[in-house]
């Protein structure tokens, strides 16, 4: 059965450096997402893609965050510099399909900023 | 802004019994509700989802529940099997969105 893969499981990192994280989605899928999860908290939607452009963005997606599509099957989520409070679990999703539903998810890259 | 609540962090129920785990949202734009199963260390799985133009919809032993009026949603599992046991979210849309907007969660245990 196809699924989303995310690499690393796990990236610590110190404040201020950036860090790229990586999700293989679904080959047929077109569209793309980030969420996080902070320890404890609630799952976030950060910002979703499509068609090798942003679609929709929450508040939490600033200037310090980006996405790209560098290839046909990679999708990246960059923090420029991170912070403590970024700390959290990154979750890649998509789906084949312009709303929302059934997004499947990868396994998450846990971000530890020290 | 929680547009979306799970008041139940944690239920545990006995194996073969009914688990019902509850969510209220806020945002009446919402039409479009979904479960997602998460175990640990991996990311969130779609279980069932619900459109606003229904009140319920059934898979298998799960069921879902909505109530437009009472902007609740409420997801049963009947017979609970140990396999269950997992961190529940419920998630909202809007159905030509893109975001979900997830609850907190309820980590269900069913106890064999």
């Known amino acids: 059965e196809p699924e989303v893969t995310q690499t690393p499981s796990h990236q610590v990192t110190q404040m201020g450096q950036e860090v790229i994280l990586r999700c293989v989605p679904i080959s047929n899928h077109l569209y793309f997402y980030w969420y996080r999860q902070i320890l404890g908290q609630k799952v976030e939607f950060l910002v979703s893609?499509?068609?090798?452009?942003?679609?929709?963005k929450s508040e939490i997606f600033d200037d310090q965050f980006s996405v790209e599509r560098p290839d046909g099957s990679n999708f990246t989520l960059k923090i420029r510099s991170t912070k403590l409070e970024d700390s959290a679990m990154y979750f890649c999703?998509?789906?084949?399909?312009?709303?929302?539903?059934?997004?499947?998810f990868g396994p998450g890259t846990r971000l530890t900023v020290t | 802004d929680q547009q979306v609540k799970q008041n139940s962090p944690s239920l545990s129920v006995q194996e073969g019994r009914i688990s019902i785990l509850n969510c209220d949202y806020t945002n009446s734009m919402f039409d479009y509700f979904l479960w997602y199963k998460k175990y640990p260390a991996e990311g969130p799985t779609f279980l069932i989802s619900?459109?606003?133009?229904?009140d319920k919809n059934e898979d298998g032993r799960f069921t879902v529940f909505l109530n437009k009026s009472a902007k609740h949603l409420s997801l049963h599992i009947v017979p609970s099997q140990p396999g269950d046991s997992a961190v529940y979210f419920c998630a909202a849309s809007h159905i030509t969105g893109n975001q979900f907007y997830f609850g907190t969660g309820t980590s269900l245990t069913v106890i064999p």
């Open positions: 619900i459109s606003s133009i229904k």
């Open positions: 893609f499509y068609n090798n452009e942003i679609s929709e």
């Open positions: 999703a998509s789906s084949n399909q312009e709303s929302s539903y059934e997004q499947y």
